[in-house]
């Protein structure tokens, strides 16, 4: 499935994790959850596998597992491609402008008489 599978012959690494607060596209996080627990990884786990293999310009699937984020991307709606990434802008908030720039008005009681 995953082109990253364990070495057995290997030592374990040890590293240091910690937890961090990624925005990302709302589609493409359904795709890769979906993906990470097909595989029975973890999302962190997932990413670091996909990044570690970018980095050293190697795929990180193979055709099996493609043919399932292909499944997972039509299932999600995914349309976005990799030459996309440079073009994504995020939607305006439908709170967007509200309040922006401008000090917040205090609410204040009445006095009842």
Same mark, same amino acid.
């Not at 293999?53 to 299932?75: M, T, V, W, Y």
């Given at each position: ?36 627990? #097909?595989?029975?990884? %973890?999302? $962190?786990?997932? #990413?670091?596998?996909?990044? #570690? ?11 099996? %597992?493609? $043919? ?46």
């Amino acid at each position: 499935m995953v082109t990253y599978a364990r070495n057995e012959t290997r030592k374990p690494r040890i590293v240091e994790r910690v937890q961090t607060g990624v925005r990302m596209e709302k589609r493409l996080l359904k795709v890769l959850k979906g993906l990470a627990e #097909l595989l029975d990884l %973890s999302l $962190g786990d997932l #990413l670091e596998g996909i990044v #570690l293999h970018a980095f050293e310009g190697k795929p990180p699937f193979d055709e099996e %597992s493609r $043919g399932r984020i292909r499944e997972l991307e039509k299932i999600y709606g995914l349309d976005l491609e990799a030459a996309d990434s440079h073009r994504l802008v995020e939607r305006p908030a439908a709170t967007a402008g509200r309040g922006k720039g401008k000090a917040a008005r205090p609410r204040t009681r009445r006095r009842r008489r």
